[in-house]
């Protein structure tokens, strides 16, 4: 996500900021900027695009100041431009902050703040903070306090760091769910999102925790929590060197954005899934919502790994609304001159909103009137904008090429659309609090999956040899089933084919003998059994079976040779689950293999040709 950098000390701030932002540079951004305060006056810098673009930006500016705080932002809410680049500051032009996270009730606060006098100047959630700690500030006249008093009105998640003309001898930290690290170097304090922009001037560092907020000087660091309890921490030392920061010390990014995927998804949920209402509450279709609910039919459009999230989809809506829908690969969308009628809805998937098949099958959508949806992760891509309204799935930067994070992303936002759709379509409010329940819980199965890692590298070790895969589910885990395949074709470079588990007995059964692994996604739902019997065909021609089964199935591993083992989810949801492992033995047989698992050959993360 975004990146944060601070500093207070005897040096010249900007230089430092500027290097720490860069050292942020991996994480993906689309704006920078940064907030200094000099001779007593606030002076701040952003722009769109690189930091090397607000460097030249500054070209002529001799800013010099011995505090200062830095920015790289990727958007959540508003587009990247200049005017929503971070810092954002308050209606004196003496408090600025800085912000990663999202504050979910910033609508409620910014109507309260307006009525106060407050005049806000972009569509950011963040600038809403900076007045709302500017309205305490009033209250308490002491910096520190403001921002605690501030934050016990907040909803959401947040990494901030906040200065003021009032108290330049101070930053104020705070975090709740985006990590901060404070630097404490000699007559100097810095401090970061991310240890990578810190290790150049200190090692010695204190890890802030989610609910403390600190006030570091030059010499001192004072942490309290947002209640006013004054915590001790102790100061550890930063071990690791640079490269494994920037993975967060993880070997590859993909493996790094695997883990990330119960946070991710929590972020794709938060503050839009209503488990006391049972439904969910979707700002971004608020505007299209009649066309939503008339619509007799939708389409779904994507590539890659957003067509799989797709077709998911298209069980989960299906099931859960009734309403028809047809998916399509963009690239044929485009050509085939599709048949849309006059209320459909289409809705395009990308994870960078650039992909230039998607694209096209949007406008081609939007020429033959239809209403198009968008969603997507980056915020102010091409697709986003073009859209008619949409959902970001705010799974933050992927920077892998092969898609992990940002494919579970998808699929609980076409949870989130399901859900919303069902209610208004006559789900009872009781059905709606048991699946909006059983949608929460998924981040926690993924930690549970996340800790199979051992088996799941057994049995990479056991198949790094092999030439060939099948992978097969049913029902909603067909797609998972194509994910499968398709992750471990692109960073493994085996080939491997996903079909449903029962078309097997239609060619792909020619295929198995005793070398020939086969990969079943095997829940425990309406069609176990079914698939139980697919997987005796394999058998009886002694392909070996790897099962992804439910933790309490007894009898599937009698007739496996591997079992990875899934907590049990409404099946709706079980792609979201059941895709970890798999893209975890992608993965381990990637690096088994030696392949450059985060650059795979030929493959683009964005492709913007067709
Ligand atoms: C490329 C990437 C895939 C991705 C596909 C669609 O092929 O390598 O990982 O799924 O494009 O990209 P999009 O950004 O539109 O989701």
């Given at each position: 996500m975004c990146g944060i950098v601070g500093y207070i000390g005897p040096k010249n701030s900007l230089p430092i900021l500027l290097e720490g932002l860069r050292r942020l540079e991996y994480r993906g951004y689309d704006s920078a900027g940064v907030a200094l305060i000099h001779d007593g006056k606030l002076e701040v810098h952003k722009k769109a695009g690189k930091v090397a673009d607000l460097v030249a930006s500054m070209k002529g500016t001799h800013a010099s100041a011995q505090l200062g705080i830095g920015h790289t932002r990727w958007a959540t809410?508003?587009?990247?431009?200049d005017v929503n680049a971070h810092p954002h500051w308050d209606c004196k032009h003496e408090i600025a902050i800085i912000h990663n996270g999202i504050i979910e009730n910033y609508v409620a606060l910014k109507i309260k703040l307006q009525k106060d006098g407050h005049t806000i100047?972009?569509?950011?959630?963040?600038e809403i903070l900076v007045h709302l700690i500017e309205e305490m500030y009033k209250r308490s006249h002491d910096l520190f306090t403001a921002v605690r008093l501030a934050l016990l009105e907040v909803e959401g998640a947040y990494g901030i760091l906040v200065i003021s003309t009032k108290e330049p001898d101070r930053i104020i930290a705070a975090r709740k769910g985006s990590p901060l690290v404070i630097g404490i170097g000699d007559d100097e304090s810095l401090v970061a999102s991310d240890a990578a922009a810190l290790v150049d001037h200190t090692r010695q560092v204190i890890y802030l925790e989610d609910g403390q907020v600190a006030c570091l000087t030059a010499d001192s660091v004072t942490i309290k929590t947002i209640h006013d309890q004054e915590i001790i921490k102790q100061v550890e030392e930063i071990t690791f060197d640079l490269e494994q920061i920037e993975k967060g010390g993880y070997e590859h990014f993909m493996l790094k954005e695997i883990h990330e995927q119960p946070t991710s998804i929590l972020n794709s949920m938060r503050g839009r899934l209503l488990l006391q209402e049972g439904t969910a509450k979707l700002g971004g279709l608020e505007p299209v919502m009649d066309k939503l609910l008339a619509a007799k039919r939708f389409i779904i459009t994507a590539c890659g790994t957003s067509w799989h999230a797709a077709l998911a989809g298209k069980y989960m809506i299906e099931q859960l609304t009734g309403i028809p829908v047809e998916v399509d690969y963009a690239s044929e969308f485009r050509y085939r001159n599709p048949v849309v009628q006059p209320g459909d809805v289409v809705f395009v998937i990308s994870q960078?909103?650039?992909?230039a098949d998607t694209l096209a099958a949007l406008r081609e959508a939007q020429s033959k009137g239809a209403t198009v949806l968008g969603i997507v992760?980056?915020?102010?891509?091409t697709i986003a904008r073009a859209t008619d309204a949409g959902v970001f799935?705010?799974?933050?930067?992927?920077?892998?090429?092969?898609?992990t994070k940002a494919f579970t992303s998808q699929l609980s936002v076409l949870a989130l659309i399901s859900l919303l759709l069902a209610r208004h379509r006559g789900m009872s409010k009781e059905q709606g609090i048991t699946i909006a329940r059983d949608l929460q819980s998924v981040p926690e199965k993924i930690e549970k999956v996340l800790t199979q890692i051992d088996q799941i590298k057994y049995i990479a070790e056991e198949f790094k040899h092999a030439q060939n895969f099948i992978y097969l589910g049913r029902g909603i885990n067909f797609p998972t089933a194509l994910e499968g395949a398709l992750k471990l074709k692109e960073i493994s470079y085996i080939h491997a084919e996903g079909y449903?588990?029962?078309?097997?007995?239609?060619?792909?059964?020619?295929?198995?003998?005793?070398n020939m692994p086969v990969v079943f996604i095997v829940?425990?739902?309406?069609i176990y059994d079914k698939v139980l019997s697919n997987i005796q065909e394999v058998r009886a021609r002694k392909g070996r079976i790897i099962a992804i089964a439910?933790?309490?199935?007894?009898?599937?591993g009698n007739l496996s040779d591997f079992v990875v083992r899934v907590p049990r989810t409404l099946s709706y949801f079980g792609p979201i689950v059941n895709s970890i492992p798999l893209q975890l033995l992608a993965y381990y047989m990637a690096v088994a293999r030696g392949c450059n698992v985060d650059q795979p050959r030929n493959l683009a993360k964005s492709v913007t040709v067709e």
């Open positions: 809410h508003g587009e990247p431009n100047r972009t569509v950011t959630d963040t960078s909103g650039e992909t992760n980056v915020v102010g891509s799935i705010h799974a933050g930067p992927e920077i892998g090429v092969a898609s449903p588990a029962a078309e097997m007995k239609h060619g792909p059964i020619a295929l198995i003998d005793e829940p425990k739902d309406a439910n933790e309490d199935d007894t009898e599937i």
